[in-house]
């Protein structure tokens, strides 16, 4: 087996998502509704943010985004884009997100 160095991301040195208890049955997930790009500061999202915590951070792909409120149940509106050493980037309409609890 490979060693990984493993941060608070959840993603190892190689660039591989490693996730042994996270998600967490709190956390919330679902699917991008359309393209999210670099300098995109509205992710839309297929079904409702009604269940999502008013602001907080989001793992897209390998990028970490953190969001501080909502808009139309369907959308969430970044502050941040490319946190906890993450890197800003391009994500597909139907790539999946989910939150990331107060830990990270």
Do not use: C, W
């Not at 042994?20 to 995109?40: C, E, K, M, W, Y």
């Not at 409702?48 to 409120?69: I, Q, R, W």
């Amino acid at each position: 087996m490979e060693n990984y160095t493993i941060d608070y991301t959840s993603i190892t040195s190689s660039g591989v998502l490693f996730n042994p208890g996270i998600p967490s049955i709190h956390d919330r997930g679902g699917n991008l509704d359309q393209a999210f790009n670099i300098g995109d500061t509205i992710l839309y999202i297929t079904g409702s943010t009604a269940h999502f915590p008013a602001s907080g951070k989001l793992l897209v792909g390998k990028e970490v985004v953190e969001y501080d409120g909502t808009l139309n149940n369907d959308r969430f509106t970044i502050s941040a884009r490319g946190v906890n050493g993450t890197v800003e980037s391009d994500h597909l309409a139907g790539d999946y997100f989910r939150t990331l609890g107060k830990y990270n």
